[in-house]
């Protein structure tokens, strides 16, 4: 199972929006409504921010959304503060029941 | 509060065997699926498998089969990951995470560093 294709990075600077994608094929991203993103400051635990693709856990602010059209899921960030400084990854379900992640996007805030 | 706690970091010689721990509270066990993750150093994060608590069952990633065993321990909410045959490719943060509805991953343990050195 290949990794899940996200750019290398994005940035952008306070206040502003960006969108991350992540392309897959029909077997996961595609084909199921299992795709998840996750913020990983180094050093911490990875933090869930979007599941089955477009709905936030309690407690995650609406800045983040999530979206899929085909078989790319994007993670838009809105109002761009410092701390959302970080990596960020897609993960999907796979059709052998196998899960998958994107290979991870550097967000630098400028 | 829902916590998972692992194991503490250890140093495997090449060839041996790493067996990380993962311990729930606050919620039950049998309900939720737990996956493992590892980061190796300065590398994104690799799925590595599941286990279903409540049955035993598991799926793991092709990378790893035949490597790799999860289990449980109902009586102590315990699962655990083996890995067999390690290198130094190996070396690497793994973490357990439980997800609900099987593959949402809301909570997860805090990591522990597994290094493989001679």
């Known amino acids: 199972q290949s990794a899940l294709t996200q750019p290398a990075s994005v940035s952008g600077s306070p206040g502003q929006s960006i969108s991350i994608s992540c392309t897959g094929t029909?077997?996961?991203?595609?084909?199921?409504?299992?795709v998840s993103w996750f913020q990983h400051h180094p050093g911490k635990v990875p933090k869930l921010l979007i599941y089955?693709?477009?709905h936030r856990p309690s407690g995650i602010s609406n800045r983040f959304s999530g979206s899929k059209s085909g078989n790319t899921a994007s993670l838009t960030i809105s109002g761009l503060q410092a701390d959302d400084e970080a990596d960020y990854y897609c993960?999907?379900?796979?059709?052998?029941?196998?899960?998958?992640f994107g290979g991870g996007t550097k967000l630098t805030v400028l | 509060q829902v916590q998972l706690v692992q194991s503490r970091a250890e140093v495997k010689k090449p060839g041996a065997s790493m067996k990380v721990s993962c311990k729930a509270s606050?919620?039950?066990?049998?309900?939720?699926?737990i996956h493992w993750v590892r980061q190796a150093p300065g590398q994104g994060l690799e799925w590595m498998g599941w286990?279903?608590?409540?049955?035993?069952?598991?799926n793991y990633a092709q990378k790893f089969q035949g490597r790799v065993t999860m289990t449980r321990d109902t009586s102590i909410n315990t699962t655990y990951m083996e890995l067999s045959r390690l290198t130094s490719d190996d070396t690497a943060v793994y973490f357990c995470?439980?997800?609900?509805?099987?593959?949402?991953?809301?909570?997860w343990g805090q990591g522990s560093l597994v290094s493989v050195s001679s």
């Open positions: 995470a439980r997800a609900f509805s099987a593959w949402n991953c809301d909570s």
């Open positions: 606050g919620y039950t066990f049998t309900d939720y699926y």
């Open positions: 286990i279903n608590p409540k049955s035993g069952g598991t």
């Open positions: 029909s077997s996961d991203v595609g084909g199921y409504n299992y």
């Open positions: 089955e693709v477009r």
């Open positions: 993960f999907s379900y796979t059709s052998s029941r196998l899960g998958v």
